[in-house]
């Protein structure tokens, strides 16, 4: 595992649901709150550095090396998305079809590891 590397983080409240260590993160719809991203599609731009329940303060990486948790196989150098709890998967959009994306996957692993991540949010669309 290449390990963590912090270039930026900021802190928001958990919005309507608790927040997991590790796990993608995307806006709540109120500004300054955060919740689990849980589609591909989901603006996902950051990725919690600890646990916060509903209200309470959560620091979340927006730029350089997180540790994430995987949600399946997932190799060195693929781009990464998320799950629908918020752990990171291979981005494998269908022709057409766009996904958002954390980062690139800077450590391989499987379902249930802590992995690192390069985090630079995007969107890509398959072909």
């Known amino acids: 595992m290449s390990g963590a590397t912090y270039l930026l983080d900021k802190e928001y409240e958990a919005g309507a649901s608790a927040v997991t260590k590790y796990r993608i993160v995307?806006?709540?719809?109120?500004?300054?709150?955060?919740i689990i991203a849980?589609?591909?599609?989901?603006?996902m731009f950051g990725v919690a550095q600890h646990g916060a329940a509903i209200g309470a303060r959560v620091r979340a990486r927006l730029a350089g090396i997180?540790?994430?948790?995987?949600?399946?196989?997932?190799?060195?150098?693929?781009?990464?998305?998320?799950?629908?709890?918020?752990r990171a998967v291979a981005a494998?959009?269908?022709?057409?079809?766009n996904n958002r994306i954390i980062g690139v996957a800077m450590s391989s692993g499987v379902v249930?590891?802590?992995?690192?991540?390069?985090?630079a949010p995007g969107q890509i669309q398959g072909s």
């Open 112 to 119: 249930g590891d802590i992995a690192s991540v390069l985090v």
């Open 66 to 86: 997180s540790e994430v948790e995987l949600g399946g196989t997932v190799t060195q150098g693929e781009l990464v998305t998320s799950d629908a709890t918020g």
């Open 26 to 34: 995307k806006r709540d719809t109120a500004d300054g709150l955060v």
């Open 92 to 97: 494998a959009p269908t022709i057409g079809v």
């Open 38 to 43: 849980a589609a591909v599609g989901d603006a």
